[in-house]
Nanobody, 124 residues
Framework: QLQLVESGGGLVQPGGSLRLSCAAS????????IGWFRQAPGKEREGVLC????????NYADSVKGRFTISRDSAKNTVSLQMNSLKPEDTAVYYC?????????????????WGQGTQVTVSS
């Protein structure tokens, strides 16, 4: 199983921004589709955004369109989730995950390796 570590979570006021980072150890993220998922209290985990190994992107959640973006930094071996115009309903634990080798941005079951998550709280 691949090791992934998320960072960058925290407390932010509504309308603010956060940048989450997903770092890998022992393997190159560029070769994998990487997805960001989130789980709010009392709710099921949902997909947010995904970037494939070729750089194409898939948006899983209409609620983040125009506010969240996903990108890779190959030099740092990270995948970032830039979150702007944050809303209280964005409050959740955010996870990054690597898809199975050779696969792309499909459903959650396609993601085999998960980080521990980072808490994002949007509140005044």
């Amino acid at each position: 199983q691949l090791q992934l570590v998320e960072s960058g979570g925290g407390l932010v006021q509504p309308g603010g921004s956060l940048r989450l980072s997903c770092a890998a150890s022992g393997f190159t993220l560029d070769y994998y589709a990487i997805g960001w998922f989130r789980q709010a209290p009392g709710k099921e985990r949902e997909g947010v955004l995904c970037i494939s190994s070729s750089g194409s992107r898939r948006n899983y959640a209409d609620s983040v369109k125009g506010r969240f973006t996903i990108s890779r930094d190959s030099a740092k071996n990270t995948v970032s989730l830039q979150m702007n115009s944050l809303k209280p309903e964005d409050t959740a634990v955010y996870y990054c995950a690597a898809a199975r080798w050779g696969s792309s941005c499909l459903g959650e079951a396609n993601f085999a390796s998960w980080g521990q998550g980072t808490q994002v709280t949007v509140s005044s």
